[in-house]
């Protein structure tokens, strides 16, 4: 079978013939081996061979069931956060969505200290990969993720959290390989996100200030699972004119609350 660096192509045929199935499954297999940090309609039909409307009909539908997720920023597909779910009542030796489960209670006292919306993230790779989100109060909503949704660390107030945590040197590397991919959000540009870098490891956090969508802001904080080596970072998003920095602080004292109760044995 012919392959694409270390990953191999699913085959362009299928044993299931033209059925609406066997596309599906095709394009999902495609989607997840060839295009693991997202890829675009028209790579991904062409990958395939199918013409763009069945192509994107398929998708939708497939993002419609949560098998697959759709950035609207980047205009990329990704592969959906309810396939680890499907995983997980399967098996339960997922430990990234285990770390969900420990932690949907301090998202939503979170949400509900702060009346925002606040997300769970993980790194994936080079991605920062939400896997929860606890819905805030607020009136004016700034809800900008939903679970499964990718983005390239660095990009947004979690994913850099997750960047800033990571060694100096596997952050630069990260800086490196994503720099081709930052200006599908709104131009961010490798400059800006190493400032950014630099300024959240001043901090101990990240700040994402309206710089994807506009109007939207974002405070991020990484911290590392007791018993593991690895990180997650919850953010809480509000729109700007909300997020002053008097409101930010608050809103920081808030999360180091929650997240030292949890890492402490609270609940």
Not at 60 to 77: H, Q, S, W
Not at 91 to 96: C, I, W
Request: aromatic residues 6%; hydrophobic residues 40%; contains cysteine.
């Amino acid at each position: 079978m012919p392959t694409s660096g270390d990953v191999p192509i699913p085959s362009r045929k299928s044993s299931g013939g033209s059925t609406t199935l066997s596309k599906a499954c095709l394009l999902l297999r495609t989607v997840a081996t060839v295009f693991p940090t997202g890829g675009s309609l028209s790579r991904i039909a062409r990958e395939v061979g199918m013409n763009t409307a069945t192509a994107h009909r398929l998708l939708t539908g497939l993002a419609g069931e949560g098998l697959l997720t759709f950035d609207p920023y980047a205009k990329t597909y990704h592969i959906g956060f309810d396939l680890l779910r499907m995983a997980e009542s399967a098996q339960e030796v997922a430990p990234d969505l285990q770390l969900r489960h420990a932690l949907q209670p301090v998202l939503a006292r979170i949400a509900a200290r702060t009346e925002d919306y606040t997300y769970l993230s993980i790194r994936a790779n080079r991605d920062a990969v939400c896997i929860d989100v606890a819905e805030g109060s607020y009136p004016v909503t700034a809800n900008t993720l939903v679970a499964g949704a990718r983005r390239p660390l660095g990009v947004g107030a979690a994913a850099m959290a997750l960047l800033a945590a990571l060694p100096e040197e596997e952050a630069r590397r990260m800086v490196e390989l994503n720099a081709s991919r930052y200006p599908r959000y709104s131009g961010i540009t490798r400059n800006e996100v190493e400032q950014w870098l630099t300024r959240a490891r001043q901090d101990g956090y990240s700040v994402n200030e309206g710089r994807i969508v506009p109007e939207v802001s974002a405070v991020g904080l990484a911290f590392q699972a007791p018993g593991s080596g690895h990180y997650a970072a919850i953010s809480v998003a509000s729109v700007a004119s909300r997020m002053n920095e008097g409101r930010r602080e608050r809103v920081l004292e808030i999360l180091r609350d929650e997240i030292d109760r949890w890492a402490s044995g609270g609940s």
